[in-house]
């Protein structure tokens, strides 16, 4: 049924090259623009680049990438903008979450308008990171992110609002900074001082008089050492701290919130949310992300099947656009992966059928931002770049990848392989407008694997999971299968199951890129020893 389905590629799809130069020319354009000293790229005001930092942890998760530079600068680019965050003023040391941008070079003085697609992104390439590179604090950065949208951002419905205000009672950050004297007089006058001394709250202040919390001055090792206090009792000592601030300032005036719910924006949060339930095991993270896809499927989605763009006060907005259409159907494999419901890639199937009959048109590969049954316009657009959030044909190849993998559908894949291929230019000239393309070349260029699992029973699925640990973070998709489970009510997947049995009544993994697969491996040591090459 899928195959016959097809929307046909336009006609003259460009040839340019995806290979390992493209992703080097790439890294280098990047490395040219790396502040070296305080992290992050180019100079004030300094905004975060999620998407970029997920294409390099792509490029350092692979073992045969040879990059130029090498891989520890690649490393270095990771590393120093994701500390240079972490310890800055951008981030809300007390309540989590991270502002928009920052003024300075520094990332201390932030633009305080929190947004939920930073908050959404950051805290996915801060849980990736922390995995990969095997660092419990960005994994600590990315849980306090998502904790702040759930308990700050949420509708009562169980989707996400869209932004909160810099200003409150007219001035803008005031929600958000401190004197000694208020810390001392919430904390006591020992707790308190020790407090304003490790995040660097002073009499002077460093911004109009007031303190924005932050570690960019001294570490907090540095500051159990300058009080002879163990790390770890300083630490779990200022954990307690925060929280009893955090209660303190919500008492004061909140800045005002944006609480229409968007589409692509909901997305995003709702892939955070399911990838932090895998990396970071935290379960409740997935009851979270299908309670927000359950609310835009009842509230989003018009009769006729239709996405629309925002919801607000049950009200609908226009319909939607290609980023909503690729941001969900991602947001639905990300999802699918955390609870191995497949009903969430038939509607992500859904969406793409749609997503290619509405966006499509005459040029070669890509596809346009608006769609064909919206008003006419002079020129359609096409969205071709990232902004602050991915790029409309970039989610849409991203999401052709990934379900061409999860249905077998090699013409999704093939046309996956059209869009990255008409956007390499951008990568090669301007990666940090194109770290979305980056993420979808590297894993074309690298062939990343696709892992299906077929086991006798749940236990043994989850055993094999687990055996599997953090390489699961370096594939382009998992399917997973319990016996004959799904086959007649989810028919979407079907063919990446079909003559793929559980050897020998045990788990069993099967390991392919591309069209080429690998021996299958049976039991949970063959799937452990795979994991750990």
């Known amino acids: 049924w899928i195959q016959q389905q097809q929307k046909p590629i336009p006609a003259g799809t460009p040839s340019q090259p995806l290979d390992r130069q493209l992703l080097d020319d790439a890294v280098q354009r990047l490395g040219a623009e790396y502040d070296r000293e ?128 810099a200003d409150s009672e007219g001035v803008e950050g005031k929600f958000y900074v401190w004197s000694p004297e208020e810390v001392e007089a919430v904390l006591g006058k020992n707790t308190g001082s020790r407090f304003c001394q490790a995040l660097d709250i002073t009499c002077g202040g460093n911004f109009e008089g007031q303190s924005i919390p932050n570690l960019l001055r001294r570490s907090l090792s540095e500051t159990a050492e300058d009080l002879q206090v163990p790390l770890p009792a300083l630490t779990e000592e200022l954990k307690l701290s925060k929280q009893k601030l955090l209660e303190h300032r919500a008492r004061r005036d909140r800045p005002a919130k944006d609480d229409k719910i968007l589409v692509g924006w909901n997305a995003l949060a709702i892939s955070a949310l399911a990838r932090a339930a895998v990396s970071l095991d935290r379960p409740d993270y997935a009851a979270v992300a299908t309670e927000a896809a359950h609310f835009i499927r009842k509230q989003l989605v018009r009769e006729s099947g239709r996405l629309v763009h925002s919801w607000r006060d049950g009200r609908t907005g226009p319909e939607a656009f290609l980023d909503d259409y690729g941001c969900l159907a991602v947001a639905l494999t990300d999802l699918y992966q955390a609870t191995w419901d497949e009903s969430w890639i038939e ?187």
């Open 347 to 533: 509607w992500a199937v859904q969406l793409v059928h749609a997503m290619l009959e509405l966006f499509s048109g005459d040029e070669p590969g890509l596809l346009y931002y608006t769609g064909n049954d919206t008003a006419p316009l002079i020129a359609r657009m096409l969205d071709q770049h990232d902004s602050s959030v991915p790029g409309g044909n970039a989610m849409a190849a991203l999401a052709l990848l990934r379900l061409g993998s999860l249905t077998g559908n090699t013409a999704w894949t093939e046309w996956a392989d059209a869009i990255a291929r008409s956007l390499s230019p951008i990568l090669r000239r301007a990666p940090v407008a194109a770290g979305q393309v980056g993420v979808v070349s590297a894993l074309i260029v690298l062939q990343s694997p696709q892992l299906v699992l077929v086991a006798p029973d749940a236990a043994s699925r989850d055993a094999a999971l687990q055996a599997l640990g953090s390489s699961r973070l370096k594939t382009l998709t998992i399917a997973a299968r319990v016996g004959e489970a799904d086959k007649a009510q989810h028919m979407s997947m079907n063919s990446v199951f079909e003559h793929r049995t559980a050897i020998g009544g045990l788990p069993t993994l099967y390991v392919c890129r591309g069209q080429s697969c690998e021996t299958p491996l049976s039991g949970i040591d063959p799937i452990a020893k795979w994991a750990g090459r």
């Open 38 to 165: 305080h992290g992050g790229f180019g100079a004030a005001p300094k905004f975060p680049h999620a998407m970029t930092l997920e294409f390099l942890l792509n490029l350092a998760a692979d073992p045969g990438f040879e990059s130029a530079p090498s891989r520890a600068f690649i490393g270095e680019m990771i590393r120093g903008n994701l500390d240079g965050m972490a310890r800055g003023g951008i981030y809300d040391h007390i309540g989590g979450g991270f502002a928009r941008y920052s003024v300075d070079e520094y990332w201390l003085v932030p633009h305080f308008e929190k947004m939920l697609y930073d908050n959404a992104l950051l805290a996915g390439v801060y849980q990736s990171a922390a995995v990969a590179l095997r660092n419990p604090e960005w994994a600590r950065v990315a849980c306090e992110s998502l904790d702040y949208l759930i308990r700050d951002m949420r509708d009562a419905g169980g989707a996400f609002h869209s932004a909160e205000d």
